[in-house]
């Protein structure tokens, strides 16, 4: 029986390290594959990290509590007779193997603990295409998951119901066969359903709740035109470049359109609001969150998603609402804002944001947003441009609440304004789009008693 | 002076003594009241007494077959009123069964007749006194069904007798008509016609077994008639008297006349006299309404089983049972999926079902895929010569979920748990087929239905 390191797993497709919580085996226990070793803490949850290889667990060489980088040895387990000093010696913090140094572009592969003897380094090149999962064995083969469903057979099913979506990113998920069926006809991603079943296990009735819900639906990504496409669902593979191929911006045309919104009307109406009791208090941002909410339901093409060979627009407003980290940002997703008060997306937003602090969001909470908004109004930054978060078509970016000098109709006076600037997507829409949509918030804001109506 | 409980469950068949002993097992404070022996119908007149005649009925058959397997048996002589002493002797031992498990869970058993006089007060009419029960958390009332009859006929357990009369009468008629072709009529019908008795078999609906797959009733209506059972399906009975070589029976298919007749045609919730409306129990359709924790619309009183309707089989009571004790002790049980649930008829071949029938799956609109193998196909069915029958599978045809699964032939009623269990985890017909099934064993034709609905049998 071959030593088996126990590595930092990647638990999902941005994680980069991990802090263990606890190990829940100590050195000396018996493993069978499967078992659970430790807790191990992301970026966005606290996940269960599940045994590969069988044996003794001889050594841990990350305590609780410490923080690695994915693809650290952290532990070995062999037989009581094998000699491990050769494989421990290579703890230290940096990746063990080299495709643990290749992680970021490996984001599908269950990297939870690899036997280097069987599996020989790969040679990857950044180049997505790269990131294929072949059918040759190596350290991104799917057979290397532990949970995963048996290999698609020849059946008379059709092939999308063939191919049975991989479960998490290293870390099991829990769903019923018949769900993830389901979700792979219905495009519904089982990471952010939530599970009614025993344990959590994602159910049927999930699943169709899921995709009854039509924005919690995560859309597909945006691709390079001239292939074919249909709405189908992401393998992890996909998913990962899906999400790390916008980072260069360059699949995504922006074009910006700004406007500087006149807020005095906005400012009263919100101390008069703030100063009502018992009523939650209101920001800047519930009174932008309100308006783009209503302006999105009147200007859908801008709610809208490129999806290849077709634009998806969406009647109902979900916006995501960025908030800074001290290592990062997350933007979690108030959902129907279009359908809440200015209360209600106070208190919700506010919550969400706090959650997000603490890392405490539910996977559901973290996607399935059709717009974004984000605000650096509390850094005093008069105006900056934001990225957009694919698949959505566009962000609004907010800037702070100025007091400056005014032209008036009586002369020069003083008034407070806020400058918008809306990143869009040009495959979704065009500048009059753009600039209709922004218009609208913009009246909303300055008359702001339509907020309230 | 009244007893105090926690909990007073009313009727100790399998809904009520099964709902006591999860009670107890809670750290619950149980009362039973009980006018027969425990263990209800099922154990005393239905379930367990049926299967008992009927494995003579089996025997019988192997027995007059001995040839068949290179065994000379002589002349078999089959003593009716010794197959219902043994079927008694089963049914004594099973309800001795459930005295043992009440006292082993420390339950108080009451006999005698109970009556609500409101939502927590039980009225105890006994041959060894009155007691008065109060039920401090809930009351669960579990009082079974009855055999129903048709308007005009009544049962006088002597020329129309019901399933209670046939289970315990030691002698059987000459001819009998069995009116009703569910799964009582069918399974006296197989009884007393494997001990020579001339059965005919009356149905109102289109067939025999009329809830099960089409494919389940057109084998029973075969196999059945070239064992000289006479079947008539959709004919209405309009009326039942003495004639002829006992009882007639008037229908709108003609006349038929019988030593006896059967009356089989369903069972109605018992619930008068035990004081419904004093504790504010609502009825809808003749059964206790329930809430999905088995609560009726009277806050602490639960009903489970026969009573609270549909369907009227013994283990959805037990998992009903379970619920309510449950939800009584403060947790939070998992609803029983009604749709779920397996149904069995123990006649020969054993017919049993999960799900819904190629017929109805395709009226719900579904896209369906079927798979059908025979047991002339599977070894080990050939081995025990009861080859009579078939496994099929319908799926739907875009997941593979697994929709209804129909069985006819030897120990179907075993075989459907495999189905059972694959539908509660959501498995699909790609989860059976990767299932290795031993060989040989009749489950094998399990595996060969799913296989055949994927198009991959390798048997046939």
Known sequence: ?453 | MAKSFDVVVVGTGPGGYVSAIRCAQLGLNVAVVEDDRPGGVCLNWGCIPTKALLRNAEVLNLVQHASDFGIAVGEVRADYAQAVQRSRGVADRMAKGVEFLFRKNKITLFPGTGTLTNARTVEVKGSAGNETLQAGRALILATGSRPRSLPGVSIDEKLVISSNGAVRNETRPASIVVIGAGAVGVEFADVYASYGTQVTLLEALPRVLPIEDEDASTLITRLFGRRGITIKTGVKVSAVKPGGPGAIVETDGGRFEAQQVLMAVGRAARTDGLGLEAAGVQLERGFVKISPTMETSAKGVYAIGDMAGAPLLAHKAMAEGVVAAEAIAGQHPRPIDYGNVPSCTYCRPQVASIGVSEAKAKENGREVMVGKFPFTANGKAVALGETDGFVKVVADKATGEILGVHIAGPEATEIIHEFAVGRTLEATLEEIMHTIHAHPTLSEAALEATLAALGQAIHI
Request: aromatic content about 4%; overall charge neutral.
């Open chain 1, 1 to 453: 029986m071959a030593v088996s390191k126990v590595l930092m797993p990647k638990l999902s497709e941005a994680m980069e390290s991990g802090k263990i919580i606890k190990w829940l085996k100590k050195e000396g226990d018996r493993i069978q594959a499967g078992d659970i070793l430790a807790e191990v803490e992301t970026d966005k949850a606290d996940v269960e990290m599940e045994a590969f290889g069988a044996g003794v667990l001889r050594k841990i060489l990350s305590p609780a509590g410490s923080t690695v980088p994915v693809g650290s040895l952290i532990g070995v387990i062999a037989e009581p007779d094998e000699d491990i000093a050769a494989v421990a010696s290579q703890a230290g913090g940096a990746p063990a193997t080299p495709a643990a140094a290749a992680a970021p572009a490996a984001a599908a592969a269950p990297e939870m603990a690899s036997r280097p003897a069987a599996v020989p380094p790969q040679p990857r090149r950044e180049d997505p295409a790269a990131r294929t999962p072949s059918p040759s064995t190596g350290p991104t083969a799917p057979a290397r998951v532990a949970a995963a469903p048996p290999a698609a057979p020849a059946t008379a099913l059709r092939p999308a119901a063939a191919a049975s979506p991989a479960p998490g990113d290293g870390g099991r998920l829990k769903a019923s066969p018949l769900a993830r069926k389901i979700a792979a006809q219905s495009g519904v991603d089982l990471h952010v359903v939530h599970g009614s079943g025993p344990g959590g296990r994602i159910v049927r009735r999930d699943v169709e709740a899921a995709s009854a819900a039509p924005a919690a639906r995560p859309v597909a990504v945006p691709v390079a035109p001239g292939v074919e496409f249909e709405d189908r669902p992401l393998s992890q593979i996909r998913a990962a470049i899906a999400k790390r191929m916008p980072l260069s911006k360059a699949p995504v045309p922006h074009f910006y359109v700004s406007s500087e919104v006149a807020m005095d009307r906005g400012w009263s109406l919100r101390e008069e609001l703030n100063a009502l009791e018992g009523q939650p208090k209101i920001s800047f941002n519930d009174l932008v969150l309100r308006a783009c909410a209503l302006a999105l339901l009147q200007h859908p093409g801008v709610n809208a998603s490129f999806q290849g060979e077709s634009i998806r627009v969406f009647y109902r407003a979900h916006i995501g609402i960025a908030v800074a980290l001290e290592d990062g940002l997350i933007t979690p997703v108030l959902r129907d804002v279009h359908a809440k008060s200015l209360g209600q997306i106070a208190t919700e937003a506010r919550d969400l944001a706090e959650r997000a602090r603490q890392r405490k969001l539910r996977a559901p909470e973290m996607s399935g947003a059709t717009f974004s908004i984000s605000n650096l109004g509390m850094f005093d930054v008069t105006e900056f441009s934001a990225i957009i978060n694919p698949p959505e078509g566009a962000i609004l970016a907010v800037g702070s609440v100025r007091t400056i000098p005014v032209v008036t109709a009586d002369g020069l006076g003083v008034g407070r304004r806020m400058m918008l600037t809306l990143s869009c997507d040009h495959r979704v829409m065009d500048g009059a789009m753009g600039a209709r949509f922004l218009q609208d918030v913009k009246r909303l804001l300055e008359e702001p008693l339509r907020l309230l109506v």
